[in-house]
């Protein structure tokens, strides 16, 4: 059974990195596609970027130059990176596994991220 537990900081100061990890459980992150998701409060979900079996990234465009995902094969783990951070990236954060870059079939309980001094 798969199963995706996002952590980290849920309080984060203006102009700091954001930073998430997702540990997935129940298979290995050399497979799929791993993604992360947000969804800021009263807005709709937003796709921010994925990390491929392969370790090859992409990302969203409007936040591609703050965002950078990473991978640790050995703890099965992914990490997002969420630069130069606003009170705009107040959200619930995502992670999410599928079988290609546009599917989303496992995803995360979601963990709250405010970003406020």
């Known amino acids: 059974q798969v199963q995706l537990q996002e952590s980290g900081p849920g309080l984060v100061k203006p102009s700091q990195t954001l930073s998430l990890t997702c540990t997935v459980s129940?298979?290995?992150?050399?497979?799929?596609?791993y993604h992360w998701i947000r969804q800021p409060p009263g807005k709709g979900l937003e796709w921010m970027g994925a990390?491929?079996?392969?370790?090859?990234?992409y990302y969203g465009p409007a936040l591609k130059s703050r965002t950078s995902i990473s991978r640790d094969t050995s703890k099965n783990q992914f990490t997002l990176q969420l630069s130069s951070v606003t009170s705009e990236d107040t959200a619930v954060y995502y992670c999410a596994r599928g079988p290609a870059w546009t599917t989303f079939a496992y995803w995360g309980q979601g963990t709250q991220v405010t970003v406020s001094s």
């Open positions: 129940g298979g290995s992150i050399t497979t799929d596609y």
């Open positions: 990390i491929g079996y392969s370790g090859n990234t």
